[in-house]
Each structure stands twice: as C-alpha cells, then as structure tokens.
C-alpha cells in the first residue's frame, strides 16, 4: 500500500492546490480498484468552520440523473415500465407537435427535444414550483426537435420519466429511488430529500446565489452523498462490482443507447455516446486520458462519478465550488487524468 500511496502523491497535491490556490472551498477524490479503496483525500472545508471529511453531504447535481435512470432501470427490470413505451401512454397530455413519439429512452438518452428554456418552463422552476406544474408547461412547450433526432442536455427529461414512474405505480419517485436503489445498495448517507436531522453536515456550495433547499427533491438533481457512498454507487456499475440491478441493467446503463455520437458544443465540440443516464467515451473527448468505454457524469458543484471498466477502477470526486462550465470541465477533467495517470501506472 505504501507504493500505492506513493503514486498517487501528484494526485494528492492537486487537490491541495485547488483549494489553496484555485478558490475551490473543499475538495475529496476516492478511487476503487476491484472494489477495494485505493485513495481517499479530503481538503479544505464544507462550510464556515467546518472541515470536508467523510461525513460531509455534497451536493452532487446532475450527478442525481443517473440515480434517476437506475431507479427507472430498476422498474424496467420488474416489468413496470418499458424503456420504449411512449410517454404519451402515461401521461395523455404529451401529444402533438411530435410529443406522442418520445418515449422513456428519448427522456434517458437525454434525446426528447424537450426545450428547459421555455418561458412557461423557466418562470415556474425559479419560483420554485410544484413538479407536477413544471413537467405539465414543459409537456406543452413547443419541441426543440423531432424526438430521437438530436441531443439537448437539461433537467426537464428527468423531470418528466420520473412522472412517468409515480404516475405508473401509484408511488411517490422519491420512494422509488429510495426503495429500489438506496436501500439495496446499503448506500446509508445517500439523500433526495435531505432529512433536517443531517442537514448540518451539507456541504456549502460557493458561487451559487440560490443552492437548493436541502429538502428539494428534483430528479435531474438534489441527491446529497457522502463521498464514501457516491464511489459505492459507482461500484454497482464496474466489472465484478456489487449489484443492486441485474447485468442486464446495469449493461444498458453503462453501453450506447442512440447507436449515434452527438455534440456538445460545451466540451470544446467533443462528440460522445449516450447511455442510459450516463455518457459514454467513444472517441477521443470525455475523460481524456481513459480509454474508450469509460462512463461517468458531471454535477455543476463540480463532482464528477466515472467508472473505467479497462481499469476496473471506479473515481468519486467532489468539491463545492460552481463556476461556468469550462471551468468544472477544467476541473474534474484534472482529476480524472491525473488519476488514470496514476491507475495505468499501477498496471
């Protein structure tokens, strides 16, 4: 271990360097190698007085789609829903205009043409609207495009496929996630919504003139986890990992799901892969030292949960700090490099 330990020393000193010297609060990387923890580092505080340690709850933002799309997998898995099954068979509202074509894997890809900048839409989420009221403006918003036929990243997707799920099973979708993902997968300090009894151990999010409450519950983010559990979670999904869903699941969560690249202007015009609730390196882009294969997700706090299946190694990495997107890119893709850096040389 003292070799291991040694190698990731370069790893250890960038961390130290974005909070020291980058303005970046708190900061936390772990890694996993067939399961077992090889690195775990904490740095900076959470919040005024408080030091970020193991049990800190980061904000993970966008990160919380994948728990949104494993919670919709696991329904599939029990015959409840079906990734192919139009929307409009759930909620009849979602028809004309070409609505009647989105399906479940459009809304998980993320490829409906849902438009997250609809004026009905964006009034009603910075009031802070009911979810039901936000999915219904958004159903009747015209379409950015025809379903299927282009990507556009956003909230609304899981917003509505989570509407989709209570509306099919009677049960609220924060129980869902909790029943059929939290709870499974022994993930303890994992919270959508955050009870006011943990509440102190939030982490603060610097550069965010209006975080969300810690009772929110959006399904396109608001999922607070220790780092400890966000690795765990990643776990379900690496080689020989722990399993709350079955291969099959798990396959489709971690493999192309559209049979086409898109473009993310965003990324430096990088193109990739979509799976369900997670993106995929395909050619050279995301993850730019990981091989192809690599799957993973980005929170605008600048977190960043990718699993490398060439590795066999699993990244958590968190820290508290939004800023515009180039720069979390920026971040998370130090991390990542520097780390699969350190992985390649473990070989």
């Excluded at 408080?50 to 800190?56: L, V």
């Excluded at 609207?129 to 556009?152: H, M, W």
């Excluded at 975080?211 to 020989?240: I, K, N, Y």
């Excluded at 800023?323 to 920026?330: M, Q, S, V």
């Amino acid at each position: 271990m003292a070799d291991v330990e040694e190698q990731f020393a370069a790893v250890r000193d960038l961390l130290g360097r974005m909070v020291a010297q980058e303005g970046v609060p708190g900061a936390a990387l772990a890694v996993s190698v067939d399961g077992a923890t090889v690195f775990e580092q904490y740095e900076g505080v959470a919040g005024p007085g408080r030091r970020a340690d193991a049990s800190t709850l980061w904000d993970l933002a966008s990160i919380g789609k994948a728990y949104t799309a494993a919670t919709i997998t696991a329904l599939v898995e029990r015959g409840e829903l079906t990734f192919s099954r139009p929307v409009a068979a759930v909620l009849p509202e979602c028809t004309g205009d070409g609505r009647e074509r989105i399906t479940l894997r459009h809304l998980l890809t993320p490829s409906a043409g849902l438009d997250d900048e609809a004026e009905a839409v964006a009034r009603l989420t910075a009031a802070g609207a009911p979810l039901e009221a936000i999915v219904e403006a958004a159903l009747r918003a015209p379409l950015r495009f025809l379903p299927g036929t282009e990507r556009r990243y956003g909230g609304l997707d899981s917003a509505v496929v989570a509407q989709v799920a209570a509306q099919a099973t009677g049960i609220p979708f924060p129980e869902l996630l909790r029943a059929l993902v939290l709870e499974p997968a022994g993930l303890r300090d994992t919270y959508r919504p955050v009870p006011p009894a943990e509440a102190g151990r939030l982490a603060r999010v610097a550069g965010v003139p209006g975080s969300p409450a810690p009772e929110a519950a959006h399904p396109a983010s608001d999922v607070r986890a220790t780092l400890r559990d966000l690795l765990r979670f990643g776990q379900h999904f690496a080689p020989g990992g722990p399993r709350v869903l079955s291969e099959a699941g798990v396959r489709v969560m971690t493999t192309d799901q559209t049979g086409r690249d898109f473009y993310d202007g965003a990324d430096n015009d990088t193109r990739y892969a979509q799976a369900i609730g997670f993106v995929l390196k395909g050619r050279p882009g995301l993850r730019e030292l990981a091989r192809a294969g690599v799957v993973g997700h980005l929170g605008s706090t600048g977190c960043l949960l990718w699993i490398d299946p060439a590795e066999r190694a699993v990244g958590a990495f968190v820290s508290n700090c939004e800023r515009e997107l180039n720069d979390i890119w920026y971040r998370c893709d130090r991390i990542a490099n520097a780390t699969t850096a350190v992985l390649t040389r473990l070989e």
